[in-house]
Structures are given as C-alpha cells and as structure tokens.
C-alpha cells in the first residue's frame, strides 16, 4: 500500500507514516498536494497534519479536507519535541515549518532574540537548509542531527525546545472516498450552510448536545466566497454507525441546504510514541 506524506524524509508527518504505514512512505512538498494525490487515487493513503496543542489547526489541511473529496480511516496523536540543529554554535537564520517555529517562538526570542527566522515547507526541508549552509540552524526531531562529523554534519544544539513541555499534533491518516467507514469512536464532517443568521451555528451544534454526541472540535474556516462566511469543521465522539450521530447529521443537513455537508467518515485513534 502507497503512503504519501509531507517530505523530505525525517519530518513529523514521516514518523507519523512510518507507524502507521507497513509498505512504502513517499513524499509530496505540501499538504494540499497529499490530499489531492489520495482523492485522484495517485496514492492509497496520505498522513495530514491537523492539529497541534500549542499552535492548533493546521489551516492549509483543513482547506485541502473541505475542497477534496477523501475520507478520514485513523486519527494518530504524537509528541512533538523540537530540537535547535546546526553545523555550529553560532547561525544567522533558524529555518523550519511555520508550526514549529510558533512552537518555539518563546524560546526563539529569548535565547536568539536577533536571528532571523525562516518559514519553509516542512522541518526536515529546514534540515536541509542547515545542512547546505553553516550560518542557517534548523528546528527539527532530534533524531535528524548526525552521528559523525563531517562536513555539513548537523549538532544538537539544544533539546525540548518548545514552548510548554506537552506539545502535540495530530494527524489524520486519509484514503479514496470509497474507503468512508461508518465503524469508528470519532467522525468528522465539514459543514457549509451558505447562510448567515442569528443562532444559525447554535441550530448546527444543539442537535449533537441534545443527543449526548460530544464535539471534539469546532473550527471555522473562511469559506472563500465572500467575507464573513464560512465553513464549520467537526469532530464528535460518536461513529457513523450509532443512531444519535446519524440523527444529529440528518438535522445538520436540513439546516445546509443551500450549502454542503462533507462527511470524512468515522476512525479510531492511535496514540504514538516515538
Ligand atoms: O514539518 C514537519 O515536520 C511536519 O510534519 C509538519 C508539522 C505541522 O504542520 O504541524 C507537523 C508536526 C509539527 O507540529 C510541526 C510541523
């Protein structure tokens, strides 16, 4: 079974396929390009970051669910502990993934306040950069450093480097459409009304409450038709096999009838440690 993730090799998302994932792990340069990779049937499965504890949601994953057609088949939680990497103990610019530097932003300010710091597409891409050039440092997994010297060769210069000393992401691990599964303790579904009214999300919530269906998440998104309209993304406790979930859904359609409703399917979680 192909697996696609966020490359190049060593990033998070990759450690989170690699435990996931029993056959081959490939790389793609962006969330939006996996996503689409798993809805053509390029690949069988994709690992999409979704969420993390200090930064929360990873928007470009949650824009890329809204507008491909996939579905949601396992949920996997993990640590993330960041390292400071470099050739040497002095560089002029850290590299990493967005996520992560905000991850570490306290640490950035105050132990590197004048370094300039550098958005790339992913941590491992950030390793790469440290690599090629001694006066750039990277914010990656430790386990991304090398054993021996050398030239290029990478240091851990400092370890557990952000913010709060419990910091994890989620990950969603998606499939082709026809692989919706109703079996799972968590579902999610993407919801647009396509209409703006008083109570109008209250109406869309109330019906899992009066069900006993706990939401997990609740996030909007910009819709991107006009300013101040939206999509609403959802996590319940409760699988599409269950009455209540399906009960609470039905309501949630009535109400986006001149919208959508895009149900990702139902999953179970796995927590990894590594
Ligand atoms: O750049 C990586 O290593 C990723 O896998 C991406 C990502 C993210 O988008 O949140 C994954 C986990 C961490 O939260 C930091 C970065």
């Not at 209250?202 to 998440?217: S, W």
Request: charged share 25%.
């Amino acid at each position: 079974m192909s697996t696609v993730t966020l490359g190049p090799s060593g990033t998070y998302s990759h450690r989170a396929a690699r435990a996931v994932s029993d056959g081959d792990v490939s790389f793609r340069e962006s969330v939006t390009s996996i996503v689409e990779a798993v809805a053509s049937g390029d690949a069988d499965r994709g690992v999409v970051p979704i969420e993390n504890s200090i930064e929360g949601s990873v928007t470009e994953t949650l824009d890329a669910l809204a507008d491909y057609d996939v579905a949601v088949t396992q949920e996997v939680v993990t640590p993330i502990k960041h390292a400071l990497l470099a050739q040497r103990d002095a560089f002029d610019v850290v590299a990493s993934h967005p996520q992560a530097l905000a991850q570490c932003r306290g640490f950035l300010e105050d132990a590197y306040p004048d370094v300039h710091q550098e958005a790339v597409a992913s941590t491992a891409t950030g390793v790469e950069r440290a690599r090629e050039d001694p006066s750039v440092a990277a914010i990656a997994h430790p386990d991304n450093a090398d054993d021996e010297p050398g030239e290029g060769a990478l240091r851990v210069l400092a370890e557990d480097v952000q913010d709060r000393t419990s910091n994890a992401t989620r990950f969603f691990v998606i499939a082709g459409p026809g692989e919706k599964s109703e079996a799972g303790g968590k579902s999610t579904f993407v919801v647009y009304p396509n209409a703006n009214y008083p109570g109008l999300l209250l109406e869309l919530l109330e019906p899992f409450a009066e069900r006993d269906v706990n939401l997990t998440r609740v996030e909007s998104r910009p819709s991107g038709e006009r300013l101040g309209d939206y999509c609403f993304h959802l996590d319940v406790e409760g699988g599409l096999y269950e009455d209540r979930t399906q009960e609470a859904l039905a309501v949630v359609r009535d109400l986006c009838e001149n919208g959508w409703v895009r149900e990702l399917g139902s999953y179970d979680v796995k927590t990894v440690v590594s």
